[in-house]
T-cell receptor
Framework: NAGVTQTPKFRVLKTGQSMTLLCAQD?????MYWYRQDPGMGLRLIHY???????AKGEVPDGYNVSRLKKQNFLLGLESAAPSQTSVYFC???????????FGQGTRLTVV | AQSVTQLGSHVSVSEGALVLLRCNYS??????LFWYVQYPNQGLQLLLK??????LVKGINGFEAEFKKSETSFHLTKPSAHMSDAAEYFC?????????????FGKGTMLLVSP
């Protein structure tokens, strides 16, 4: 049972480039989330989804887009990367709001 | 609006000593509360959770936390620290308003364990 899988694990982008981070979960969870983790800031919610075909903004959504075309996948896109988006990105999923969230291993993104 | 405050970005203890990591929350209604642990270069792993049942919650690896409504606290403790406990710990809250909300995390506390 893989749980939550994120790809890629590492990536270096130049300013202005675009990329997509992929998250896949095999627990049949309705809810999926994208967080970013920065030193001293904890985890901050970027976007989340309450089911296939639905997305919602979190605390820090600017500069990111998401899509949930399939229940098991949640994609995070950066259309024009900026150095301020250098961070570690975590995907998570849960059965419901207020229940335990299961996290992926993270994607370390550096924008130069 | 819900929020979480973790007192102390770093806590240092000796092996065998008591571990106490502090978490205070702000919530308009009784929340659900969580403690997660993150080892270097890994994702977050659930240690324990409070979901309005027993106020003293036992988790994995010998950790426990007590929900105190009067103090709006959910401090994490372990009687005797082990070297393997060195990691970053996050407290999180899910507020119940019209249904539960997404998790809001504290800024984290790095636990350092010395021999």
């Amino acid at each position: 049972n893989a749980g939550v899988t994120q790809t890629p694990k590492f990536r270096v982008l130049k300013t202005g480039q675009s990329m997509t981070l992929l998250c896949a979960q095999d627990m049949n969870h309705e809810y999926m989330y994208w967080y970013r983790q920065d030193p001293g800031m904890g985890l901050r919610l970027i976007h989340y989804s309450v089911g296939e075909g639905t997305t919602a903004k979190g605390e820090v959504p600017d500069g990111y887009n998401v899509s949930r075309l399939k229940k098991q996948n949640f994609l995070l896109g950066l259309e024009s990367a900026a150095p301020s988006q250098t961070s570690v990105y975590f995907c998570a999923s849960s059965y419901n709001l207020g229940t335990e969230a299961f996290f992926g291993q993270g994607t370390r993104l550096t924008v130069v | 609006a819900q929020s979480v405050t973790q007192l102390g970005s770093h806590v240092s203890v000796s092996e065998g000593a008591l571990v106490l990591l502090r978490c205070n929350y702000s919530s308009s209604v009784p929340p659900y509360l969580f403690w997660y642990v993150q080892y270097p270069n890994q994702g977050l792993q659930l240690l324990l959770k409070y979901t309005s049942a027993a106020t003293l919650v036992k988790g994995i690896n010998g950790f426990e936390a007590e929900f105190k409504k009067s103090e709006t606290s959910f401090h994490l403790t372990k009687p005797s620290a082990h070297m393997s406990d060195a990691a970053e710990y996050f407290c999180a809250v899910s507020d119940q308003n019209s249904g539960y909300s997404t998790l809001t995390f504290g800024k984290g506390t790095m636990l350092l364990v010395s021999p």
